[in-house]
Structures are given as structure tokens and as C-alpha cells.
């Protein structure tokens, strides 16, 4: 009877894992406008908007870029956006720390969606004049060095 008891216990406790839920972690990220390619923590995850998961609360490093014709393909307008910006994750109730350990054992299932958007700023293309005198001025600061070098 004893070893009966011990058996049951055992299987009980072997399945207390198939029983235990699981937390999932997403994020989307969206941005006005939309399509640009977005690196989280230097790792490409795709176009706005896109969803990932993760595994941690805190910071994130977020950069976007995206480059659009509002021109026709016989005279293309190139548009450049770019954002470098952080976020913070908020950690929910049940991954409060002493909570987690029971929400990762218990049988439901918990999710944290978190949902970030952003305004991408248009970055304005420089005119042919400016062009040619930064290039002027690159030069100027070349010479310099060869000059600053070679003494």
C-alpha cells in the first residue's frame, strides 16, 4: 500500500510540468511611416510593423531607417527617415520577482504584449551647393593632415 502511495506521488509530481503554463513575451513596433526597417539592439527584425518576442525587461536600443520614392519610377523622389531612440520594457504583475516563480509553474498561460510606435522624422536630402561644399571643406581638412603628416 505504502509503495502504491509512492507511486502515485511520484507520478503526480512528474506531472506537475505538463500542467505548468508558460509566459510569451511580444513586442510590436510600429511607426508613422510605416515599412521601415527597425534593428533591436543591433539586430535586424524586420519592417513596421513587426512583432518579436523577448526575453528581458529593460532598455532597448531601437534604430529605423527607411528610404521612400514619392516620385514617379520615370522621376524618382527619395525620401530618407531615421530614428535612434531607447525604449524600456515595464515588467507586469506576474513577473514581479517571488510572483514569477509561481506564474511559471502554475497550468494558465500569461502574456505580455507590449505595443511601442513610433514617429520616424524625415531626414532632408542636401542640396547639390551644400554637396560640393562639404566636399570643399573635407578637402581643406585633408590637406591639413598631409601637410600636418608629412613635416
Given at each position: ?15 506537475i510540468p505538463v500542467l505548468a ?35 528581458w525587461y529593460g532598455d532597448y ?39 514569477d516563480l509561481f506564474t511559471e ?47
Amino acid at each position: 500500500m505504502l509503495a502504491k502511495s509512492r507511486m502515485l506521488l511520484l507520478a503526480m509530481l512528474a506531472g506537475i510540468p505538463v500542467l505548468a503554463g508558460c509566459v510569451e513575451r511580444r513586442m510590436t513596433i510600429g511607426s508613422d511611416p510605416p515599412g521601415a526597417v527597425v534593428w533591436v539592439n543591433d539586430v535586424e527584425v524586420g519592417r513596421t510593423p513587426v512583432t518579436v518576442p523577448f526575453e528581458w525587461y529593460g532598455d532597448y536600443d531601437l534604430r529605423f531607417r527607411l528610404d521612400k520614392n514619392v516620385g514617379t519610377p520615370e522621376k524618382p523622389d527619395i525620401r530618407h527617415y531615421e530614428l535612434h531612440t531607447h525604449m524600456n520594457t515595464s515588467t507586469p504583475w506576474f513577473q514581479w520577482v517571488g510572483v514569477d516563480l509561481f506564474t511559471e509553474v502554475s497550468p494558465g498561460d500569461f502574456k505580455d504584449k507590449q505595443v511601442w510606435a513610433f514617429q520616424i522624422p524625415e531626414v532632408p536630402n542636401p542640396t547639390d551647393a551644400e554637396l560640393v561644399t562639404r566636399a570643399n571643406q573635407l578637402k581643406g581638412e585633408l590637406d591639413k593632415e598631409k601637410s600636418r603628416v608629412n613635416k
